[in-house]
């Protein structure tokens, strides 16, 4: 296991600041997502780490050795850093065969060709591949191609281990199952580990933290629950989850509550920001906290289900609120017609 420092680190390709002084801590044993649409610099300041970028300002350490200053003019290469590498290509040798790919690494540091028959096939019985040494990639699916990409960054057990988007070139189911495994191998071997994704629902699953990067800066930086419950602005709340966002203006507040009119109707919700009286404001609220009410009242407002769709175990429908697109779920099908719509107070953000 090995911590990791990253201090204001800036980097710019030609004349487009990419990071504009992202700082983190990734702490021993840690699983975190850089997540982020984009552009928003998650992949860059991945390689950077990895070395395969060079930032103009700051300073990254893993463990006790410093890899990168700035204005020490300190930048080791890739190869000692002792990294584990996971790309999204997963960058296999197409003319060698699985045991070859994975042992590459270690034949480059010069390990005894005993060492090295033992490693592989250790790695090979922990990623499920047992059997699969002599195959080349081409004759393995993609999960499977994926697994050797893995196995290669970890068979020389790496302190540290950075993967870009390595489940993105899996169909949705395999996705899902490598969720679970990848999560589950990491945290057997105890190693801490960086992974990019663009994907909120991964990055939950399989993450112990997430850092939310936006325009090359660190937007958030939590739990998947507190960012998903907690989010800290407008732009980490409609990142996260399944949203519908309501504009208006605040009419008058309460404490932390606010009440947002949303052409002629109102709305009370939780203050995200301080917004005075009568200014333009934004209203988040997740598509599963809305619910179907028996008729009026506090913050319950009439609604025209215009469509829906299944969309497997539930139904999506599609409102219109006060000339508001709106959705909400359900279990049963709804008919097309008039509603109407509870928004809890305490799960409306404004912001």
Do not use: C
Not at 318 to 330: D, E, I, N
């Amino acid at each position: 296991m090995a911590r990791l420092l990253v201090e204001d680190i800036h980097v710019r390709l030609g004349t487009n600041d990419i990071l504009k002084g992202i700082t983190a801590d990734f702490r021993d044993g840690e699983v975190v997502a850089l997540l982020g649409r984009s552009g928003s610099g998650k992949s860059t300041l991945l390689r950077s780490i990895a070395g395969l970028e060079t930032p103009i300002q700051g300073r990254i350490q893993i463990g006790e050795r410093k890899v990168f200053d700035a204005a020490a003019k300190v930048n080791l290469p890739p190869e000692q850093r002792d990294l584990g590498l996971v790309f999204q290509s997963y960058a296999l040798w197409p003319h060698k065969t699985v045991f070859e790919n994975i042992a590459y690494g270690l034949k480059l540091r010069h390990q005894s060709k005993a060492d090295i028959e033992h490693k592989v096939r250790e790695v090979l019985e922990g990623v499920g591949l047992t059997g699969y040494g002599d195959r080349l990639p081409s004759q393995l699916s993609g999960g499977q191609q994926q697994r050797v990409a893995l196995a290669r960054a970890l068979v020389y057990s790496p302190p540290l281990v950075l993967l870009d988007e390595p489940l993105s070139n899996l169909d949705a189911k395999l996705r899902e199952e490598a969720r679970v495994w990848i999560r589950g191998l990491i945290k057997r071997l105890g190693l801490t580990a960086v992974f990019v994704t663009h994907d909120q629902v991964e990055a939950m699953a399989i993450a112990d933290r997430i850092m939310l990067l936006d325009g090359g800066r660190m937007v958030q930086d939590g739990t998947p629950q507190q960012l998903y419950t907690e989010p800290h602005s407008l732009f980490a709340a409609d990142f996260m989850g399944v949203n519908n966002t309501l504009k208006g203006r605040i009419l008058e507040r309460r404490g932390n509550e606010a009440r947002l009119e949303i052409g002629g109707l109102s709305l009370w919700g939780r203050q995200q920001s301080a917004p005075s009286g009568n200014e333009a404001a934004t209203g988040v609220i997740r598509v599963e906290e809305i619910a179907l009410a028996s008729g009026p009242g506090e913050n319950r407002l009439p609604a025209h289900l215009a469509s829906s769709l299944y969309v497997g175990g539930r139904w999506e429908h599609h409102f219109q609120l006060a000339g508001h697109p709106v959705r909400a779920s359900t279990r049963e099908a709804l008919s097309p017609g008039e509603y109407t719509l509870a928004i809890p107070r305490e799960h409306l953000w404004i912001f």
